[in-house]
């Protein structure tokens, strides 16, 4: 018997430029805000779409969702079919780019590229560990202490200093911050293994990682780009898991790049 999913839920979103159309997927407990330094950059020459996925940010959390891949990835292509996306360019970061995957490899007509920001195949036992020692420290030590390790696992420490009002506002918000979705999203997460069906991949596909990430080891790259036929790979050096954010001027010139080249790929196959 199939596994009971919940209707989809209308997304919040911010939407920009024109073109080709780009959907951006946040991570865990975040929000499509996390997206704002590389809008400008990528909406120049296509059409940017970044929601928020269910109970997060905007977009409120309903009574009895489990926050199953099963139900975000009906949230999205239902979001998509709202907006008229039938191909689209799949960015997905952190929690959101295994999100991002599984739409791909589930639905493989509907994808003209895939860019995978700090993913990975499968959550392995050190992201496992990672988010359990996130909620524990939330729970046991309170806010201000989540906030402290939550910069600690997230951005490389130079950046970090030389962007503390970033540290403040982290500070403040989880005060306010409700992780009841973030929390469901991260048990979901634990059974994430696309392991064995990433080889059928056949859509240009790129893999942007930070070599000093603290959540997802820089290695998965390497694993999918040796999986994926054709796939490529951009490591940041001194950078940490928040790659949108630490590196937002990189990460628009690889995403405009394998777009560009997908866009092109599809004309010339055009008869």
């Given at each position: 018997?199939?596994?009971?999913?919940a209707?989809?839920?209308?997304?919040?979103?911010r939407?920009?430029?024109?073109?080709?159309p780009?959907?951006?997927?946040?991570?865990?407990a975040?929000?499509?805000?996390?997206?704002?330094?590389?809008?400008?950059?990528?909406?120049t020459?296509?059409?940017?779409?970044?929601?928020?996925?269910r109970?997060?940010?905007?977009?409120?959390?309903?009574?009895?969702?489990?926050?199953?891949?099963?139900?975000?990835e009906?949230?999205?292509?239902?979001?998509?079919?709202?907006?008229?996306?039938?191909?689209?360019?799949?960015?997905?970061?952190s929690?959101?780019?295994?999100?991002?995957?599984r739409?791909?490899?589930?639905?493989?007509?509907?994808?003209?590229?895939?860019?995978?920001?700090?993913?990975?195949?499968?959550?392995?036992a050190?992201?496992?560990?990672?988010m359990?020692?996130?909620?524990?420290?939330?729970?046991?030590?309170?806010?201000?202490?989540?906030?402290?390790r939550?910069?600690?696992?997230l951005?490389?420490?130079?950046?970090?200093?030389?962007?503390?009002?970033?540290a403040?506002?982290?500070?403040?918000?989880?005060?306010?911050w409700?992780?009841?979705?973030?929390?469901?999203w991260?048990?979901?997460?634990?059974?994430?293994?696309e392991?064995?069906?990433?080889a059928?991949?056949?859509?240009?596909?790129?893999?942007?990682?930070?070599?000093?990430?603290?959540?997802v080891d820089?290695?998965?790259?390497?694993?999918?780009?040796?999986?994926?036929?054709?796939?490529?790979?951009?490591?940041?050096?001194?950078?940490?898991?928040m790659i949108?954010?630490?590196?937002?001027?990189?990460?628009?010139?690889?995403?405009?790049?394998?777009?560009?080249?997908?866009?092109?790929?599809?004309?010339e196959?055009?008869?």
């Amino acid at each position: 018997m199939a596994s009971k999913v919940a209707p989809p839920v209308e997304l919040s979103f911010r939407e920009q430029g024109a073109g080709a159309p780009i959907l951006l997927l946040h991570g865990l407990a975040g929000d499509r805000l996390v997206w704002n330094s590389v809008f400008p950059g990528l909406s120049t020459g296509f059409r940017v779409i970044a929601p928020d996925l269910r109970g997060h940010g905007e977009t409120p959390y309903p009574s009895g969702s489990t926050e199953s891949m099963d139900e975000l990835e009906a949230d999205v292509l239902a979001f998509a079919d709202r907006l008229g996306l039938s191909k689209i360019h799949w960015v997905g970061f952190s929690a959101g780019a295994f999100l991002a995957l599984r739409i791909v490899l589930d639905h493989p007509e509907r994808a003209s590229s895939l860019t995978l920001v700090s993913g990975a195949a499968y959550c392995d036992a050190h992201q496992k560990a990672v988010m359990e020692r996130w909620w524990s420290t939330y729970a046991q030590e309170g806010p201000d202490a989540f906030a402290l390790r939550l910069l600690k696992d997230l951005y490389y420490p130079d950046w970090i200093e030389a962007h503390l009002e970033v540290a403040d506002v982290l500070r403040e918000a989880v005060v306010h911050w409700d992780f009841t979705a973030a929390q469901m999203w991260g048990k979901a997460l634990t059974s994430f293994d696309e392991k064995n069906r990433i080889a059928a991949l056949r859509i240009p596909t790129l893999m942007v990682q930070a070599m000093d990430d603290g959540v997802v080891d820089a290695s998965h790259g390497r694993i999918l780009r040796q999986t994926i036929p054709g796939a490529q790979i951009r490591i940041l050096p001194q950078t940490g898991h928040m790659i949108p954010s630490e590196r937002p001027n990189e990460l628009v010139e690889s995403i405009v790049g394998l777009v560009r080249k997908a866009e092109s790929n599809s004309t010339e196959t055009v008869p």
